[in-house]
């Protein structure tokens, strides 16, 4: 899964949005795109329980011969381990982690993940499908599976959402840091710092 104090984690969920990983794991960083075949992304909550914090479904996936969900493999230090546990509820029982195996250009990487325990299907907040939205044009997957996750039905929840918030301000400061200024003898341009297409990982 990695070496002794690093592992790789398949994110599909919010996880994808490199902001929303870091805020309690901060050693993340990407290490490739990758596609889980024969499974499905679905919505729901463990017993029927609503998300507090997301206010409505939150993802989770499920077997499913013939489909794929496609996510970011991460890898983590070993420290963030318990951090990741907490943030997917795995000590309530809301999900178990597991050991599945992704592909990425011909390569099968066995990586952790997390799959709810007793799912109610039930639909997403605007506000969380837009943070897998967001996840998904950052890294880059691929834009018919994009299209696939504009066009979930959200329940249409309206309200504030403090997750949302702290988001933003994280991404506020993460755009602030990546701005890197390039001065070639003839014009100054600015360029973001992660510019560089994930495809060559």
């Known amino acids: 899964?990695?070496?002794n104090h690093t592992f790789l984690y398949f994110a599909y969920g919010s996880n994808l949005l490199k902001e929303r990983l870091q805020l309690k794991n901060p050693s993340a960083t990407v290490h490739c795109v990758a596609?889980?075949?024969?499974y499905k992304l679905v919505f729901g909550n463990h017993k029927g329980l609503a998300s507090d914090r997301w206010h409505g479904g939150v993802a989770t996936i499920e077997h499913s011969p013939g489909d794929e969900v496609w996510?970011?493999?991460?890898r983590m230090n070993v420290s963030d381990l318990e951090?990741?546990?907490?943030?997917?509820?795995?000590?309530?029982?809301?999900?178990?982690p597991v050991e599945l195996l992704v592909k990425t250009k011909g390569q099968d990487l066995n990586c952790r993940t997390y799959?709810?325990?007793s799912c109610v299907y039930a639909p997403p907040s605007p506000q969380y499908l837009k943070v897998i939205v967001m996840g998904a044009e950052q890294n880059g997957l691929p834009k018919d599976y994009q299209e696939k996750l504009r066009a979930i039905k959200t329940n249409m929840y309206e309200g504030p959402l403090p997750m949302m918030a702290e988001l933003e301000r994280a991404r506020r400061r993460a755009k602030e840091k990546s701005w890197v200024c390039h001065s070639p003898p003839a014009v100054a341009t600015c360029k973001p710092s992660n510019s560089k297409q994930l495809s060559s990982t």
């Open 71 to 74: 996510g970011v493999v991460w």
């Open 115 to 117: 799959i709810m325990n």
């Open 35 to 38: 596609r889980l075949k024969d």
């Open 83 to 96: 951090s990741l546990d907490s943030q997917e509820n795995v000590t309530l029982g809301a999900y178990s």
């Open 1 to 3: 899964m990695g070496d």
